[in-house]
T-cell receptor, first 114, second 112 residues
Framework: DVKVTQSSRYLVKRTGEKVFLECVQDMDHENMFWYRQDPGLGLRLIYFSYDVKMKEKGDIPEGYSVSREKKERFSLILESASTNQTSMYLC?????????????FGPGTRLLVL | AQTVTQSQPEMSVQEAETVTLSCTYDTSESDYYLFWYKQPPSRQMILVIRQEAYKQQNATENRFSVNFQKAAKSFSLKISDSQLGDAAMYFC?????????FGKGTRLSVIA
């Protein structure tokens, strides 16, 4: 089974802190994604990556950056956390090439910024 | 840009009954794919069912089936013989030439 893991289930940070959210997948997937999930807004795509060292902006990239130095790992970085970044963050991965291929999701990180 | 609309923020169903969750989408693409994902409370999101737009036959996975109306741009999910384990957030998603676009979700409660 595909496994997507995220470094923390719950995280509490202070405004202005630099925050790293880590995601690791074990199935050699090329594609990796970061979403944020907010009640009433669904999932919104922050960034995605099709390969190592490649990144593409999603719908809401402002205030975030990403890093993909290894194929299995995709990091989301909040350079200076703000209270409006309090949210659930979901990582996902998928194979490239087959558009019917499902995305596999991690368990999510619930981030609270105080 | 493509959009996905789930007009029912919350639904409830009696155990063993049937429920239909609605989803509509807006696109100018002719080739695309549609998905329903399930997110149980405090658990990972998983794929429920998927449909290729060029296939007229509605997809079915055990108790889950879809009613795909391409002209109406509608992709509803029918859950038959509802079980307590079906209680979850359900997200409809669209994929064309861009990454998945999700609807805002429908929270389904199952009443024993």
């Amino acid at each position: 089974d595909v496994k997507v893991t995220q470094s923390s289930r719950y995280l509490v940070k202070r405004t202005g802190e630099k925050v790293f959210l880590e995601c690791v997948q074990d199935m050699d997937h090329e594609n990796m994604f970061w979403y944020r999930q907010d009640p009433g807004l669904g999932l919104r795509l922050i960034y995605f990556s099709y390969d190592v060292k490649m990144k593409e902006k999603g719908d809401i990239p402002e205030g975030y950056s990403v890093s993909r130095e290894k194929k299995e790992r995709f990091s989301l970085i909040l350079e200076s956390a703000s209270t409006n970044q309090t949210s659930m963050y979901l990582c996902a991965s998928s194979l490239v090439g087959n558009p019917m291929e499902t995305q596999y999701f991690g368990p999510g990180t619930r981030l609270l910024v105080l | 840009a493509q959009t996905v609309t789930q007009s029912q923020p919350e639904m409830s169903v009696q155990e063993a009954e049937t429920v239909t969750l609605s989803c509509t989408y807006d696109t100018s693409e002719s080739d695309y794919y549609l998905f329903w994902y399930k997110q149980p409370p405090s658990r990972q999101m998983i794929l429920v069912i998927r449909q290729e737009a060029y296939k007229q036959q509605n997809a079915t996975e055990n108790r889950f089936s879809v009613n795909f109306q391409k002209a109406a741009k509608s992709f509803s999910l029918k859950i038959s013989d509802s079980q307590l384990g079906d209680a979850a957030m359900y997200f409809c998603a669209y994929r064309g030439n861009t990454p998945l676009v999700f609807g805002k979700g429908t929270r389904l409660s199952v009443i024993a």
